[in-house]
Structure formats: C-alpha cells, structure tokens
C-alpha cells in the first residue's frame, strides 16, 4: 500500500538553527500538507501546497516556515531559526485533489524536532 | 469549521461493537463530517466521511442523523489495535482539517 514517508523520524537540534524536515508524498498526488502535534496538545494545520505554491497557511505558520518542493518527490519543511517551542512531531500529508476536496488524506509517521 | 463535541475516553470490550459519538450542532449544509484516528502518536489515519447519507467501509459506518447534528462512528467488531484517539471534525473541505481533543477509544481484552 503506497504510504507517505518522513525523514528524519527524530532530529535534536539548537535553538537558533535551520532544520529541514522532508517528506515524500504518494507518488500520484498533487497536492501537499503539513501538521504538527506538540506533545499532548492538538493536531495542528501548518500549510497546504499545491503547484509549486502555498495554498492555504495558519497563524502558526510564519516567516520563519517555508516549504518547498525541489525535485518531482520530496517536500520539505524548512524552519529557519528554531525556537524552544518549535519542538513537536511535524506530520506531512498528501491527497489527490486539493480543491472542493472532500476526501482523504493520507498522513506519514511523523519526524519529532526537539529544540533544545 | 464547525466545532464537535466528543467524549473524553471511552472503552470497549474486544469483539463488541465501538459506537463513537460526536456532536455538531452547528454544523452547516456544505460541510462534511470527517473521522480519523491517531495511534499512539502515529500519524492520524482516515477512516471514514459523509455529508448527508449514512457511509460504510471497510473499516467503519458513519451515522448522521437526519438534521445532521450528531453522528455516531461504529467499529463493528472491535480490536486491541483498533485502541486510539478518534477526532470527529466538521469541516467544507479537507484542505485544512481542525482537529480537536477527541475521543480516546480503550478496546479491553
């Protein structure tokens, strides 16, 4: 069954430094989503993407995020300074269709970021 | 989105039926209610959607009362692995899902 994969499932890392968290979506969707959980709080939408372009964002999600597909598989999360309260498990997820969607989708095992 | 209520915990005796409910009680024409479940801080997992009509699959059935207030999840036959956190969440779209606190289902042995 084909399934979304993260990478890294752990990254520890200094406040004040860029981390990359990359994700590669089910191979015949289009359209891209990341979510994060901190630790014992609420699922969370960061950003959809769709296009080579951000659809929809959150409050949560601001200059210091960026998101980015650089080749025809990978989607990645950049996060330019991290903060303490950075730390969570970020989840991606990707789906067919993107507008008027009312379907499914499909979200990978996480990578868990802990600034420290 | 409109918001959902849903039970803080509930548990379920191995093999019986899980009968999750949830309420919305403003939710509006165009909206959608979704399920999904997350183990154990496992990504969550679809299972099941419906607007108006009562759903079924594989997994799961979807109820929806006609004035599409409430609805009810039912695991059919449930199983220790089936034990995780349900979110029930009402949204037009599943753009931009908001997710609440949910239900955590216990199945016993």
């Known amino acids: 069954e084909p399934e979304v994969t993260q990478t890294p499932s752990h990254q520890v890392t200094q406040m004040g430094q860029e981390v990359i968290l990359r994700c590669v979506p089910i191979?015949?969707?289009?359209?891209f989503y990341w979510y994060r959980q901190i630790l014992g709080q609420k699922v969370e939408f960061l950003v959809s993407?769709?296009?080579?372009?951000?659809?929809?964002k959150s409050e949560i999600f601001d200059d210091q995020f960026s998101v980015e597909r650089p080749d025809g598989s990978n989607f990645t999360l950049k996060i330019r300074s991290t903060k303490l309260e950075d730390s969570a498990m970020y989840f991606c997820a990707s789906s067919e269709r993107l507008a008027g969607f009312t379907g499914e989708l499909f979200f990978g095992e996480g990578s868990r970021l802990t600034v420290l | 989105d409109a918001k959902t209520t849903q039970p803080t915990s509930m548990d379920c005796a191995e093999g019986r039926a899980a009968n999750l409910p949830c309420n919305h009680s403003t939710i509006s024409g165009n909206e959608y209610v979704y399920w999904y479940r997350q183990i154990h801080s496992q990504g969550p997992q679809y299972i099941i959607h419906?607007?108006?009509n009562n759903e079924t699959n594989e997994m799961a059935s979807l109820i929806i009362t006609e004035d599409r207030k409430s609805s009810t999840l039912i695991l059919p036959h449930a199983t220790l692995r089936d034990t995780a956190v349900y979110y029930c969440?009402?949204?037009?779209?599943?753009?931009?899902?908001?997710f609440g606190s949910g239900t955590q289902l216990t199945v016993l042995p």
């Open positions: 419906g607007l108006k």
């Open positions: 191979s015949n969707h289009l359209y």
């Open positions: 969440i009402v949204a037009g779209s599943a753009r931009q899902l908001t």
């Open positions: 993407f769709y296009n080579n372009e951000i659809s929809e």
